[in-house]
């Protein structure tokens, strides 16, 4: 079994899907429907030019290192990704920036809610 990762998307929020597993191509956008604490997530894709889904359970975050021994499954069940500006990596951005600039808190509170109304 795997570790738990901090990758994850909440259920009814959008990420990125790569059909393919291949994380240069376009992606497609999709919705969260279930998460597990690895980072595996069951998503509805939104089909191009039409009003419907397709949904695909077991995509796996697209650098999960699970994916290194079996790609198989990458190709079969493709990979998801954040969409941008979300994720951990925006708080380990803030938290660089927080650094450089000698720890000051209000910064913090600035990013913090900025992130907040990105997600709304």
């Known amino acids: 079994m795997t570790e738990p990762t901090k990758h994850n998307v909440p259920a009814g929020d959008i990420c990125y899907y790569y059909i393919d597993g291949n994380v240069q191509g376009d992606p497609r956008i999709a919705i969260s429907t279930r998460n597990d604490p690895h980072g595996i997530l069951d998503l509805s894709i939104i089909k191009p030019f039409a009003r419907s889904f397709d949904s695909v359970d077991g995509v796996r975050y697209w650098d999960d290192p699970w994916l290194k021994t079996h790609p198989e499954h990458r ?46």
Not at 96 to 110: D, F, H, M, P, S
């Open 75 to 120: 190709q079969q069940n493709g990979v998801w990704d954040y969409k941008p500006g979300s994720g951990p990596q925006i708080e380990t951005i803030a938290r660089q920036i927080i650094k450089e600039l000698g720890g000051k808190q209000v910064i913090l509170r600035a990013l913090t809610d900025f992130a907040k109304q990105d997600k709304k």
